[in-house]
T-cell receptor, first 113, second 113 residues
Framework: GENVEQHPSTLSVQEGDSAVIKCTYS??????FPWYKQELGKGPQLIID?????GEKKDQRIAVTLNKTAKHFSLHITETQPEDSAVYFC????????????FGIGTKLQVIP | GAVVSQHPSRVICKSGTSVKIECRSL??????MFWYRQFPKQSLMLMAT?????????EQGVEKDKFLINHASLTLSTLTVTSAHPEDSSFYIC?????????FGQGTRLTVV
């Protein structure tokens, strides 16, 4: 089965700086890579995703890159704000018929004002 | 994005009783629904996968007779924790998936006293 590794587990940045979270996956059949933000006591919210036919995707301050050869993908948050503080999960799945998503362990991001 | 409603958000029950958690996709039909369990400061662990009208597929180590899943329609799945014990206390999260994306409910905090 799929195995997703995520690091770092915790990350503290100053407000306005950038934050980068990296993940690797094991199953070369995976072709869908979503990122979720989870605030305390709430379910994960999809913030951005990328499919294997592209190498980079950007949505305002958030960008994701994918290297299928190396099986790496990363989340980049620029100009961080205190409200970006949360736990972020990367995930991998095969979007061939349904979404059995395998999650990374999560990264607790703290943005210091 | 699509909305997945999970109810209740919090529940406290006595040991030995059963608790039902509902998961509804409000504005789309879900081909598959997933149930996850999350322990404090940990990632989401898949418990089971269910398709409408068929029996759920449980992950290894998850007791199917304890965690009953019913997937009555393309918009509703329920998880019933039977004969609950304090060790069942956890955060339970459902996910509803289309063929291309997965969306999460807001989670249910179960406390068994």
């Amino acid at each position: 089965g799929e195995n997703v590794e995520q690091h770092p587990s915790t990350l503290s940045v100053q407000e306005g700086d950038s934050a980068v979270i990296k993940c690797t996956y094991s199953d070369s059949a995976s072709n869908y890579f979503p990122w979720y933000k989870q605030e305390l006591g709430k379910g994960p919210q999809l913030i951005i995703d990328i499919r294997s036919n592209v190498g980079e995707k950007k949505d305002q301050r958030i960008a994701v890159t994918l290297n299928k050869t190396a099986k790496h993908f990363s989340l980049h948050i620029t100009e961080t704000q205190p409200e970006d503080s949360a736990v972020y999960f990367c995930a991998a799945s095969w979007a061939g018929g349904y979404q059995k998503v395998t999650f990374g362990i999560g990264t607790k991001l703290q943005v210091i004002p | 994005g699509a909305v997945v409603s999970q109810h209740p958000s919090r529940v406290i029950c006595k040991s030995g009783t059963s608790v039902k958690i509902e998961c509804r996709s409000l504005d789309f039909q879900a081909t598959t629904m997933f149930w996850y369990r999350q322990f404090p400061k940990q990632s989401l662990m898949l418990m089971a996968t269910s398709n409408e009208g068929s029996k759920a597929t449980y992950e290894q180590g998850v007791e199917k007779d304890k965690f009953l899943i019913n997937h009555a329609s393309l918009t509703l799945s329920t998880l019933t924790v039977t004969s609950a014990h304090p060790e069942d206390s956890s955060f339970y999260i459902c996910s509803a998936a289309t063929r291309t994306e997965a969306f999460f409910g807001q989670g249910t905090r179960l406390t068994v006293v």
